[in-house]
């Protein structure tokens, strides 16, 4: 199987820029999608097809993907932006999530 | 808007079944392939089953194959998940979730339920 690595977490301060890695064996090669997941809530999709943002979803949100790291990247991060992100990929027939990411915006 | 309503969970006992359903609507479903994912609590996401459109094709993850059937009814607009020998382990909130294509496989998840919690405990 295709393992899925993010870092437990990430701080950054309100208006710089947070960045977000996901690694796995040539996951340049596959498409990766990032979702937002805050306390209590559902899962919201924020990047698809590694760098297509969804109708809703602000501009400061953007991402990557070559080699074996995908990375999303939050430009002048806000506290709302606070929140746990699973990077997804496919791999043989199933879907692949990375661990989480807890965002802190300090 | 699309919405997705999920239905079915609460406590089961250990080597006991139990089915989920998950009603759609504000889109055309047979024209999208579906999801389960479920969470544990605390835990990461991690995806269940995927069923085509038109419910020829399915996938599971490997814990579950065997134990857990995907099924859908494009009449009603709803998507199913049968459980089986459940254990400790499927304890999670399971989320149905739309597919972006008709297909199973490549697809992501454009939208999600608001989740139902499966406790197995004795």
């Known amino acids: 199987s295709s393992d899925l690595t993010q870092p437990p977490s990430v701080s950054v301060s309100p208006g710089q820029t947070a960045s977000i890695t996901c690694s796995g064996d040539?996951?340049?090669?596959?498409?990766v999608c990032w979702y937002q997941q805050k306390p209590g809530q559902s899962p919201v999709l924020v990047i698809s097809?590694?760098?297509k943002r969804p109708s809703g979803i602000p501009e400061r949100f953007s991402g990557s993907n070559s080699g074996n790291t995908a990375t999303l990247t939050i430009s002048g991060t806000q506290a709302m932006d606070e929140a746990d992100y699973f990077c997804q990929a496919w791999d043989s027939n199933t879907v692949v999530f990375g661990g989480g990411t807890k965002l802190t915006v300090l | 808007q699309v919405q997705l309503v999920e239905s079915g969970g609460g406590v089961v006992q250990p080597g006991r079944s139990l089915t989920l359903s998950c009603a759609a609507s504000g889109f055309n479903f047979r024209r999208y392939g579906m999801h389960w994912v479920r969470q544990a609590p605390g835990k990461g996401l991690e995806w269940v089953a995927v069923?085509?459109?038109?419910?020829?094709?399915?996938y599971y993850t490997h814990s579950v194959k065997g134990r857990f059937t995907i099924s859908r009814d494009n009449s009603k607009a709803t998507l199913y998940l049968q459980m089986n020998s459940l254990r400790a382990e499927d304890t999670a909130v399971y989320y149905c979730a739309k597919a972006d294509s008709r297909k199973a496989v490549t697809s992501y998840f454009d939208y999600w339920g608001q989740g139902a919690l499966v406790t197995v405990s004795s």
């Open positions: 040539k996951l340049g090669d596959k498409y």
């Open positions: 097809q590694d760098t």
């Open positions: 069923i085509s459109d038109d419910g020829s094709d399915k």
